[in-house]
Structures are given as C-alpha cells and as structure tokens.
C-alpha cells in the first residue's frame, strides 16, 4: 500500500463520529489537568485535591442528573507539550465532559488549540495576564483589572506611592501585567523615569543589587512602591534580602501577586509583616462559608495545610458547573455553555460571583498584609469587579471586547465592528 | 547480523592503509541490521495507520509514535557524534529545539497571516502589506505584550527559507561553535561542559521576551497547519508519522553508508585514538567538524518534524537537561551501533511517558505506597548508573547475546577508553 | 448645674449615656474611623489630635496598632482584644473592662499602612518629649517618612532639651531637612543645604531633589520664574517625547494619521474607486496617499502637513523646566550640593556593586572549589556535585527542626553538613566513580544520573515545597557604611566562610602529607603512584574534602536564598564554568574564575539592570568565548588532562 493512497483514506475516514447530544452517560466524567511531579507539582497537586474534594463532595449530595461524578486524574508533568497531549487524551480517549486544570500561561496556550479542536470545555482557576479568550474555557482567576489594577490604584490611593518598582520574573505574565501596568500608571501621570522593571530568571537566587537598586529609588525623596510578580522559590531569596537590607512596609512597600498563604509556609515571615497581597481570596476572609471550606479541606488533607486562592476559583467554577449541567439537563459542552453564562454563586469571602458572557467572573479584590503566622489580614475588600478578557490600558487591546452568547466572538474590535478571530490566540 | 560499531573496517586502518575507500562489506541494502530496522520501521508505520484508521489506535497515540521516531532520529544523530567519533556533545537537543523554532515560525506565521486577511477581508479597503504585518504583530506578540516583529522574523511568511533555516541554523551554529573549540583542541570533558553551556546559553535567551520569540511562551498552537483547517487532526497526525518515519528511515540508511565507508573509519579512530589519528596524516578536526555539523543538521530536521506534532516548542525544551537525556536515551540504548540508539530512544522515551502518564500500577509496600509518578526519575537514574556501570553496550548488548555473537576482540568499554590509554602512557 | 447635666442626659440616647468625651468625639467620625483612606481620614485625625483629651495619644496609638474594634450593635468603639471567639472589652475613656462581645459581633479597625503614617504623624507632637526613648525614635521615623511644616516649631522647641545624644544629632538633622523643605528664611535654608552637601544619605538627597522638583512650561517663561533649563530637542529631550509634551498642552501638528485617511478614503468611495483610482488599487500605502492628497487638493479632505511642520512647531513652542521653588539663590545652591552628593554616590555605588560581586564571588568559590579539587585530582567531572550542595542545605534544616535555637543548630548544622556532604561524596566514589576510572565521559553521564535520583528522591521526602532554614538573629540584618553601601550579614558570614576555606585548603595542600600526595597525583598519577602514593585513597580523600565543603556551602546559600531539591542544579553550570575559567585542580585559579564570573556578572547586570537574565546568558557566551582562547583556563596546570 502506498503513502498516497493511505493518506486518501485518512481524508476520507479520518473524521472521528461526534458525540450525541443531550445524552448522559453515567458517570460523569471530570478530568483534573494538573501537573503532579516537576516544577508545578507543588501549587498544581493542592488543586487536584480541591477537585476531588469537591467531586466527592458533590457525590456524597447524590451526584450530577442521576449519575455518580468520577474525577480522571492524568499527569502533565509540567512539562508544556504535554497538557495538549494530555488535554487530547482526557477528551478524545476518556471522553471527561469537563477539564479543570492548567496553571501557567504557557500550559493553557499549549492545551488551548486541542480544547478548541475537539470542543472541550476547560475551567482556568489561576490569576493571569488576560489578552485571551477562548469560546472552550472560563478563567475563574483573576484578570488583571481584578488584581493588579486594584492594588496599583491602592499603592496610589491609599499609600501615596510616586515611584514603583516593577520586579518580575521574565515569562509572559509579568511581562504582560507589567505592560498593562505601566500603560496604566502613565495615565496616572507617573514619569516613565518613575517606573524601574526589573526581571529575573525563575529561581532566581541573588537579590542583594536588586534590593539596592529599590532602595536608592526613594533618593528623590517620594515614596516608592514595589510590584511584585515574582515567581515560585525566587520569592524567598527576595524577601530574604529585604529583610536583611532592613527594609519595612512602611519605608518601602511591597505587594505580590503571586503570594498566598502556600508560599509563605516556605519562610519565616516575621520580618514580612506589613507587606502586602492582592487576590481575590484569603484564607482569612471572616465569613461562615469560608470557615466550612477551611474546615473541610483541614479534614481533608491535615490540620497544616492552608487554603489559598486558586482553590477558591476552582470551588466556584466546579459549583457553577454543577448548576449548569443540572439547568441544562446534560453534559453536552455547548448545552452547559450557554447555562454556564449569568450563572451566580456565592464567594467564600462574601458577595456574589456571576459568570459573565466573556467567561470570566465578577471577584472582589482584596488586599491582604502579611502577618507573623503566615496568614494575611485583610486591610481592603472591594465590590465585585467585572473581569474583562482585553484590558482597557493598551491600545491595541483597549478597542477588543469578548462576548460569546452576545457577538458569537471573543475577540471583537469595536472600531472596525469585525471579529478578529473565532479561535483564540495562541 | 552485522555490528556496524566493529565491522572490519575499523581495524584496518590501524594497519596503515591510508589510500583508497574502505571497501564496503556488501551493498548497504543487503545488511541484517539495516534490513531488519527498515522493516520493522514499516511495519510499525503500516500498522499504526492501518489501526488509526479502524479507529483502535487514538490520534494521541499516533501523535506519541510519530513523535517518538523524531527523538529516535535526533539519538542516531547523538549516536553518530559521541557513540562513534567520541564527542560528547550535551547540546545536540539544542538544534532540536532550532530546528522547531524555524518551523514554528512559518507554521504561526503563515496561519496568523490567513486569519487577519479574513479579517481584513472585512474592510472595504484592501489591506496593504503595512496592515497585514500590524496585524499580524499584534496577532503574535499581542500575547507577550508586544506588537513589534522582531528581525528573526522578516523571512517567517516563506516556507522554504524557514525550511531551509531548520536545517541550515543549527548547522551554522554548529560549524561556527565546532571550529573555534576543535581548532583551539577542546575535547573530553571540557567539550561537554562547552556544549552544556552554550545550550544554557541559548535557553536563557530564549526565555528572554526581547529576544523575539515570545520568550517562555514559545511558539504554540503549531499542531494547526495553515490553510488546512478542514482536516481534522487524525489526519494530520498521519501525514506526519509518515514524515517522521522517513526521515528516521532516510537517516538510517544515510548513517548506515557513512560509518561503513573510510569515513566511518576515521572517526572510529579519532574515538579510539584521536592523537593516533593525527599522526596519520588525517585532519582530525575537519572530520570531526564534519560530523558535528551533520549531525546537528539531522537533529534540526527531527525537531521541525516533531514539535508540529507536539505543538508547542518552548525554551524549556532546550534546557540542558534535555540533550544530556539523549545521551541517557543512546547509552541505554547501546553506542557505537546506530540501532542501539534508535532503540534507547524509543524504549526510555515510551517508557517514561507510560510510568509519568500513572499507567504503571502503583505498588503498595505496606508501609509505604511507591507511587511511580514519584519514583519514576528515581528509577531512570539509577538504572542508567547500572547500564553504565555494567552494561555498557546498553540493550543492543542484547541483541549480540541473541544472535551467539561473541566478540573475540577485547570487551569494548567505550569511546573513552583508548584516549585515556594513551594518557597513561604519555611520559 | 447638676439638674441641666440631668436635663442633658435625658436628652441623649441612652446608649450615649455612657459615653465619655472621646467616645462622643469618636462618634462624630464613625463612618470614617471604620472605612478610613488615606484621601479623607487627615481632618478627622486632625480633629481628634486637636481634642486636647489626655488620652487621646492612647486611642490613636490603639487605633494605628489595630487594637480597636467598633461594636456593631450599638457602633461604640473600645480597646478589644481578641480571645478565642469573643473580644475582650476595654472602654476607650479609661481601660476599664467592658465586658465581652462575639467575635462576629464586632468588626475591627483596620487602618491601612498609609492612614497608620498619618496617624504616626499626628503622634508625633506628642512623642517628641516622651520620656520613653523608644517612642522619640518612633516620633522621629514617622517625621522623617511625613514631615509637614507645623511640626518645625515642636521639633525644635524639643531639641535643647533632649537628652539623649544619639536622638539630638537625629533631631538636628531632621530639623534642617524640615527647614530646607519648609523654612522662610533663605539663609537658614542655605545653612541647611551647606550642612546636606557633606552626606550621600538618602534623607539628605530626597531634601535636595525636594529643593530641585520642576515641571514642564511650554513657551517663553516670564520674568519672575525660576527656570532651570530650556530643554534641547535631540539631546535633552526626544523629537516624539517632546511632541508628546506639546500634545498634552493641546499644541499639534495637524496632520493626519492612517486611521484618519482610511476614513477618508472610504467615506469616498464611489462606485468602486475613490477620485478616480479603483479601491481594488489602493492595496498599498503609497496608493493610499496618493489617493487621499488627490482628495485634498480637491478640497474634501484638510491638507496634509508639510515635511517641515514638525520642525516649525517645536521652534515655536520651546519646552523649559521651572523649578517649583522660586529662590533661585536655594535652588542654585542646591543644585551645586546635589552635585557634589551625587558624584560621592556614584563612588559609593561602585563600592556597593564590588561589595556585591565579592559576594558573589565568594558564593561561587565555595560552590565550585569542591568541584576543582575533584576534578584535578581524579580528573573526572561530578555532576552530582550540586547535589552535594542540596544535601548540606537540607541538612541544615533537619538540624533546625531538631534544635529550635537557631544560632546553635547553626554551630551543629555546618559540621554535619560536612560530614554528611563527605560521607555522600565517599559513597559515591566507592560506588560508582572508582569502577569508572579513565572513563571521563561515562563518569560525567553515571554522575548526572545519580543527580537526577537524588533530586527526586529528596523531592519525594521532603516535597517540592521550598523549605525555611532561618539564620539567627544576630546575622540579620545588614552591614551599612553608609545609605548606599552595606551588604548583609549573611552574605559577610559567607565570605567570611569562603576565606576559612581557601586558607584551610591552602594549608592541607602545602602543609600536610595529604596535600602533598593531592598535589602529585594532579601532576602524575602514574608517577605518584610508582612513588608510593595509593592513588585511590588520595582520590577518596579529595572527593570527602571536596564534596564536604559542597555541603558547608549548601547550608550557606539556604541561609539567604530558597532550598529546595533543585537549587543544586542552579549553581552547578556556574561552578563548572567557575573551575573551567580558573583552571582545572587549582585553589588559586578557582578563586580567580569565581572573582571573575562574579565580577562580570554584577558588571553586566549594572550595565543592564532591567534583565539580570540577559546579565547570565552574555557571561556564559563570554566564557565560552574565554575559553577558546585559553583552553585550559586562567591557571593552567601541567601535566595530566589536557589535550
């Protein structure tokens, strides 16, 4: 047999059938895309817990339209390409009815073609640089008019800060936050001689002239202001030397995006008290269904362990999804697309979240200070804010909206009034 | 079966013959090893396809065949530059990675360019080449925070120069890098922390978002070939097993004809005894630099053929990490025999997705549940420390095993062993 | 008198009957005292400050150290402290206990860093003559960080009467940095700016550039303002910045942009062309132009602007700086000032960026001299080392939640460390590296899977999760000359500890038997050997010491940076290239390649400080480089392993 003539067949057989629809096959299947060894292990396992701690939670309720929920765990390893081969598997092999996985940027472009190929449906529950917006996922994290704006506009409002320090590491999303950051703070009539951007490798061990260069910023005599968007272990060496370089929240002050209370258990956090966090949960938040979901996960998985942000997006979307399929009647990705739009649920640190027709949530933002058990006060908690795919602060994005029931599109330019793209961009 | 890594011809030279071609033992075509392999190649290729085709082999399987082939082609290459010419290079996954990259380029390039047409389409005007390539800048790099192209990619809309850049590239990296270290006599150990650095090097630099290749991101979304979007991926995943298995075929044969001819020869001797080798008459370096630049320009090859069917190729690929499991994947396999190599590649690589993918069963000792997700690294190690230790001809051991060959010769331990001989004997 | 206070009280909800002065006062401001900003809370503070009541500094020392809690029964406000589930209750008027509330049932103050700096402020007047010496410094900090010119007058009416030495010199200084920013009369401001010129302090520059802030006046200034300087377009200021600037103040070129053309260009289209050229033409954008100045000419579209438009408007509208301070004999004589204090920073600078890259340096000596040792001796290359380097780390931090005492589970952990690290090196040698001997290569590959294993393994024993090893006390903190020279005590220990080793090393190596063996193995092992030297104990020796020091220098990195199962990794690139540089097997070439590798990595870094990324990937090109043209680094040795 002949290549060509094998290829022949491939176009003529090669389409898979279609799944039915309106149909449900028990059970239900719901595949956990998050990296169990490697690099990611360590923030990544915590939310495989979260997801079989929900779907046995919601099992011991009686299960989803009749049928028991079985979670599919596989491991990506943290190793990029493998979230698309591992996204193709859940969907294709196992034929899961939902994904909720991925945590960095990098893993979610790589699984995002395969999601959009074969139709599936994933739930993203990490803060992230936004610029995207896939018909195939709802991002329950953060974007970054959810996170870093609110904290930029704290820095300014509250604490009067003239010069900031942007310190990130080098991937895609401090570099985007900090684009949309700087765009934004000049139209607060910063001076871009104000703005000092500093990236680091991950794992990045030797702060001592970095902490100097912050330092000598306040030479001028106003007040400085860190962002931080440093990643993973780096972020104990940094704040190592900021303590050794005896700098307080109060002289210069320091707020992260990527610190929650499961970095902290890294390091000693005496000499941190006082700088700050922005996120969309504590695991402080005062409210009575926080203190279940703390309960519980301590039941769980230890008395040690803490909860952190991440997970409270992942309690949400698996809820919301929950409802949707029930509102729905089936697991079927398109049916449980449009019930998924305008559904609410209530947050664990109060208010309501609703998802909206570009597939993000409504969040408050809080801002948190660190205090000396590694756990933050939370000092400032906003109403709900709209998360918003493109951000208004680059011009290039500033013109796109998203809105899949209303345009069909998630990447439409309002000048032009055409879609970009019906795929997403990766 | 012929062992390629002892066939006559490698002793002859010893006996001075310099003049003239080493004559080939037979017509390439007619040897056990090459005959077998090409074979079995087909055979898997037929069946995979045939199977796909029944709908009993899923897409994700093919996809991991086909990707597997590429990393057989790139251990071969690694086979060619250390199990017989001595060089150990820790920087060949490197020009896998390039090779990925000029591919990638084309691949984003070439569809982003499709979707902002449609979408200029729109306009009543129509687009000017300015346009288009605003467009596609912000296409591209809008996901980095940029919307400038960068230099590296003026020729990324051409096929043929990004095609010609998967091979050339890691070819001129290497000519360039293997004259200034062979010219300036850097070998053995200090070679391969060169090669390792150079490789950090480069993945460092590509992590950077200023140099233009979407830094950590990479290049993504490449399993989508332009234009074709009405063919589904079962079909695309075909096409490239195909690819890829002519290219491992291709290169087999290509590699089987070079160790067996003089050439083959004396690079088995500058293994053995580069100084040797040198007194001879031969330049040493130009061999060696021939080698090292072929066989990058193979592995640049296997990755333009593999990350389209990973579909995303990212500095982390390149980590250095990464070229030192190939010369894991060749050890394992065997050196000095080109289907050692291609059998560590295939037989550690599946291996590892099967253990990593949570297919091997966990095993509960009572006191302790092994999990192999956990353990799996654990386990490689130390079996290559094993294989190194006790096996090292690796699983092609096997093969002499199976077929009563004994060698009469002394035990070959090695492409070190003759030059630190020759150390001891130095005054 | 008593019968209208009675009056008064019936008068009064009855909650409020209860109240005292300060509740009353607090009362008033509620809503701000529960959701304070920063923006509106400085007249409440003023008006409770201005109060007068005796305990007031009291409340506002509570209410910035979060120890007030509003009741959301009655909106009362008390000192509460948190125990368990309930608050204890304190009254505010006078400390006395107020019984207890749920903890759901009232909400704590929470005043932000910013509200907590202006009440600190207001504390201040307060503060200044406390007899507390510690709440003097507090009052001075909060002066320092948020000077405001009422407190001049307290500040100086504090000083003759201060009596402790060290807060008089601080108070003085603070004066005269209050004085330049705020005073009226210039000749105490020059004073003050005489007195500033002396230092590099950050306290004496920020008063100094206060002096020194402009701002951007477009067009000929008048007669009265203090300019500083006309910016010159192309070398003080950019041709788009400077257009930038005169867009903000509403002065443009009207040209057109390419979006305004394009619009143009459609609003004009008729049956298929615009002026005359068909639409499908105009696919380029030199068509596009040529199409749109047709419509221009013909009146429909405003003209584009000439090629000289830009020129003319920036001659035009010339851009100054004006200092905001009007005096320019303050502002010359600052500016002189500043100048001198910048030229001493910029030494200073140099010296803190040599301090860093000694550090560096030494960090890198220790992580590679193990290595070198190894390598000379038994010429292969462990790529476990880094390992070696994990195991002493995570070593320390055993120790540490053994013996909580941090400075004594330090005085254990170093020497076990080594002793671990030792023991880890000898077994590896025994096991794997003496059956791989003349093997360089496959030693290299065995080596790397024994790193790979050990990784894995300490990640499954002790998770991916960065663990805590927290130096003691008396090594935090940091060394300071001065505000722009200092290094941490952590990073002087290191160097400390890397000058032990390097003399410790020199000392075996010429002083002892061992040392003598080591040496003539490097040269000749097969000479040593037909001398009587065992090569394999030697060998094992080298590889105890070397790997030992590996681990001593694990627990020195975990001191100020993270540990975890793959820090080793992260140095190990670094130290091959540390000992290639210096020179295989040589104490002194090591010490040299660290010098330089950390000196070239902080020289690039500074040249580059936006991307210490790119600082790391051009020192490993500029090794590679190196070596090239000196194969066998800086020190070469003779003898054995070169080619």
Not at chain 1, 184 to 199: M, P, Q, S, T
Not at chain 2, 290 to 313: D, E, N, S, W
Not at chain 3, 410 to 418: D, E, H, M, T
């Amino acid at each position: 047999m002949n290549r060509t003539s094998l290829i022949a067949i491939a176009l003529t057989l090669g389409a898979s059938p279609a799944l039915a629809d309106g149909h449900v096959t028990c059970p239900v299947k719901v595949g956990v895309l998050h990296s169990l060894s490697g690099t990611m292990a360590i923030s990544e396992t915590t939310l495989k817990d979260t997801v079989e701690m929900l779907v046995d939670q919601q099992n011991e309720k009686g299960g989803l339209l009749g049928c028991e929920i079985e979670a599919v765990v596989v491991d990506p390893a943290s190793d990029w390409p493998l979230f698309a081969e591992k996204a193709r598997e859940l969907i294709s092999d196992e034929g899961v009815d939902v994904i909720f996985g991925s945590w960095t940027s990098v893993s979610r472009k790589s699984a995002l073609p395969v999601l959009e190929e074969l139709n599936g449906l994933m739930f993203y529950p990490v803060q992230y640089e936004g610029e995207e917006s896939s018909k195939n996922v709802f991002y329950t994290g953060a974007a970054p008019n959810q996170q870093a704006i609110p904290a930029v506009d704290y820095f300014l409002e509250e604490l009067g800060v003239e010069r900031f320090a942007l310190l990130g590491t080098d991937y895609v999303y401090p570099r985007t936050t900090n684009q949309i950051l700087e765009a934004y703070l000049k139209d607060k009539g910063i001076a871009e001689e104000d703005i000092f951007v500093n990236y680091t490798p991950f794992g990045h061990s030797d702060w001592a002239t970095i902490v100097g260069d912050v330092v000598e910023m306040s030479e001028d005599g106003r007040q400085v202001g860190v962002i931080s968007t440093i990643n993973g272990d780096a972020n104990i060496g940094f704040y190592k030397e900021l303590a050794a370089a005896e700098v307080s929240a109060d002289d210069i002050p320091v707020v992260a995006f990527s610190v929650g209370e499961e970095e902290l258990s890294g390091l000693d956090t005496t000499d941190l008290v006082g700088h700050l966090a922005a996120w969309n949960y504590f695991q402080s938040a005062d409210t009575e269904a926080n203190e279940e979901f703390v309960a519980t996960w301590k039941a769980r998985m230890g008395e040690d362990r803490v909860t952190n942000d991440p997970m409270e997006a992942h309690y949400i979307g698996f809820n919301m999804w929950v409802n949707a399929v029930t509102e729905a009647g089936t697991t079927d990705v398109d049916a449980v697309r449009e019930a998924m739009y305008g559904q609410e649920f209530p947050n664990l640190t109060g208010g309501t979240a609703v998802m909206l027709p570009n597939h993000h949530l409504t969040k408050p933002v809080l801002i948190g200070e660190i205090t000396e058990d590694g756990q933050f006060d939370i000092i400032s908690q906003t109403e709900e804010v709209p998360g918003d795919a493109w951000t208004d602060h680059l011009p290039e994005s500033a013109k796109l909206v998203s809105d899949w029931p209303g345009l069909g599109c998630g990447m439409y330019n309002t000048e032009t009034e055409t879609c970009v793209q019906i795929q997403s961009n990766y | 079966m012929t062992d390629v890594s002892v066939s006559p011809s490698s002793g002859r030279k010893y006996s001075g013959e310099r003049e003239g071609l080493a004559p080939r033992s037979r017509p390439l075509i007619q040897r056990p090893d090459v005959l077998i392999f090409l074979a079995i190649l087909a055979l898997v290729t037929i069946c995979a396809t045939v199977l796909a085709q029944m709908g009993y082999v899923s897409t994700s399987t093919v996809k991991l065949l086909g990707k597997t082939l590429c990393l057989c082609l790139a251990a071969l290459a690694m086979d060619l530059v250390w199990g017989y010419t001595g060089i150990l290079s820790l920087g060949h996954f490197a020009f896998f990675g390039i090779g990925g990259y000029a591919i990638g380029m084309w691949l984003m390039w070439d569809r982003t360019e499709l979707i902002v047409l449609e979408t200029l389409a729109q306009n009543p005007l129509p687009p000017t080449p300015l346009e288009i390539e605003e467009a596609i800048g912000a296409q591209i790099f809008g996901v980095v925070g940029s919307t400038e192209i960068p230099w590296l990619w003026a020729f990324a809309g051409s096929l043929p120069v990004q095609l010609a850049a998967a091979v050339l590239v890691p070819g001129l990296i290497a000519l360039v890098f293997g004259w200034l270290a062979f010219r300036s006599r850097v070998a053995g150990v200090y070679l391969s922390i060169l090669t390792q650095a150079g490789t950090l090097a480069l993945s460092l630099w590509l992590f950077q978002n200023d140099s233009g290749l979407r830094g950590n991101n990479g290049l993504s979304g490449l399993q989508n070939l332009p234009g074709l979007d009405d063919v589904p991926q079962s079909t695309i995943s075909l096409w490239f097993l195909w690819a890829s298995a002519l290219a491992l075929g291709g290169a087999y044969l290509l590699a089987s004809w070079t160790v067996s001819g003089r050439f083959g020869s004396v690079l088995r001797g500058i293994r053995d005894d580069e100084a040797r080798v040198r007194f001879l008459g031969y330049e040493v370096e130009h061999y060696k630099l021939a080698i090292f630049t072929g066989t990058a320009m193979a592995t640049g090859i296997a990755g333009a053929l593999y990350y389209p069917q990973a579909g995303i190729v990212n500095p982390a690929e390149i980590a250095p990490i990464a070229s030192i499991y190939l010369a894991v994947w060749v050890a394992i396999g065997g050196r000095g025999r080109l289907y050692g190599a291609v059998i560590g590649a295939a037989f550690v690589s599946l291996l590892s997705s099967w253990f990593t993918g949570g297919g091997a069963p966990d095993i509960d000792l009572g006191f302790y549940e092994i999990k192999w997700t956990d353990w799996w690294l654990v386990l490689l190690g130390l079996t290559f420390v094993l294989v190194t230790l006790f096996a090292p001809k690796g699983l092609g051991g096997l093969v002499d095993l199976w077929t009563h060959r004994r060698s009469t010769r002394v035990d070959d331990l090695g492409p070190d062993q003759g030059s630190l001989r020759a150390e001891e004997d130095r005054p | 008198m008593r019968f209208l206070l009675f009056i008064a009280l019936l008068l009064l909800p009855l909650p409020a009957a209860a109240q005292g002065a300060i509740q009353t006062l607090l009362q008033t401001h509620a809503e701000d005292l529960a959701n304070p900003s920063r923006r509106t809370i400085q007249p409440v503070i003023d008006d409770l400050a201005a109060s007068g009541l005796p305990q007031m500094p009291d409340f506002l020392e509570a209410w910035a150290d979060r120890r007030v809690v509003q009741r959301d029964a009655d909106g009362l406000f008390f000192y509460g402290e948190r125990d368990g589930d309930v608050y204890v209750l304190r009254s505010v008027e006078d400390g006395s206990e107020a019984g207890e509330v749920g903890r759901r049932e009232a909400s704590e103050l929470r005043p932000n860093a910013g509200v907590r700096r202006l009440i600190a402020t207001a504390l201040v007047q307060f503060q200044l003559n406390d007899p507390d010496p510690e709440r003097r410094r507090a009052a001075l900090d909060a002066l320092s960080r948020n000077a405001t010119p009422e407190l001049l007058d307290p500040l100086r009416a504090s000083i003759p009467t201060e009596q402790n030495a060290q807060i008089r010199a601080r108070k003085e200084a603070l004066e005269r940095l209050i004085t330049l920013r705020y005073g009226e009369d210039q000749a105490a401001r020059l004073a003050a700016i005489e007195y500033l010129s002396g230092g590099v302090s950050l306290e004496a520059r920020a008063a100094l550039n206060n002096v020194l802030t402009t701002e951007i006046v477009i067009g000929a200034p008048g007669a009265e303002t203090n300019v500083a300087r006309q910016l010159r377009i192309g070398t003080d200021i950019a041709e788009d910045q400077a257009l930038a600037l005169l867009a903000e103040e509403g002065v443009e070129v009207a040209d057109v942009s390419r979006a305004d053309r394009d619009a143009v260009l459609i609003a004009n289209i008729e049956d298929g062309a615009v002026s005359g050229l068909p639409v499908a033409s105009l696919a380029s954008e030199t068509r596009r132009w040529e199409a749109y100045d047709v419509l221009a000419r013909s009146g429909v579209a405003p003209q584009r602007a000439g090629p000289d438009a830009v020129s003319e408007l920036l001659a035009a509208n010339p851009i100054y700086e004006v200092y905001d301070e009007p005096d320019p004999a303050i502002t010359a004589a600052a500016a002189t000032a500043l100048d001198e204090v910048n030229a001493r920073v910029a030494r200073a600078q140099a010296a803190d960026l040599g301090l860093d890259a000694l550090s560096l340096a030494s960090i890198y000596f220790l992580a590679a001299i193990g290595l070198a040792i190894t390598f000379g001796v038994m010429g292969v290359i462990n790529m476990a080392h880094g390992e070696f380097i994990m195991i002493g780390a995570y070593t320390g931090y055993v120790v540490q939640q053994i013996v909580p005492d941090y400075t004594v589970s330090l005085i254990i952990a170093l020497p076990l460390a080594f002793v671990v690290a030792a023991a880890a090196g000898v077994a590896l040698e025994r096991l794997v590296i003496r059956h791989l001997l003349h093997r360089p290569l496959e030693t290299l590959l065995a080596t790397f899977g024994i790193s790979v294993a050990l990784q894995q393994i300490f990640k499954n024993i002790f998770g991916t999760q960065a663990v805590p090893l927290t130096s003691p006390d008396w090594l935090a903190g940091a060394w300071t000359l001065n505000d722009v020279i200092g290094i941490s005590y952590i990073r002087i220990a290191i160097f400390v500890l890397a000058l032990m080793f390097l003399g410790l090393l020199v000392y075996i190596l010429r002083r002892t038997r061992l040392g003598l063996e080591v040496r003539a193995v490097t040269q000749n092992p097969g000479m040593a050997a037909s001398l009587g030297i065992d090569p394999d104990r030697v060998g094992m020796a080298t590889f105890a010491l070397g790997s030992g020091i590996a681990g001593v220098a694990g627990v020195a990195i975990g001191l100020f940076a993270q540990v975890t199962s793959e820090m080793g990794s992260g140095y190990i690139v670094q130290s091959f290239m540390t000992v290639v540089v210096g020179g295989v097997g040589s104490v002194l070439g090591t010490l040299i390649g660290a010098g330089m590798i950390g000196g070239l990595q902080k020289g690039i870094e500074w040249l580059n400080p936006s991307n210490t990324l790119a600082a790391q990937t051009y020192m490993i090109l500029f090794i590679i480089l190196f070596i090239q043209f000196r194969p066998r680094g800086i020190i070469a040795q003779k003898g054995r392993f070169v080619q």
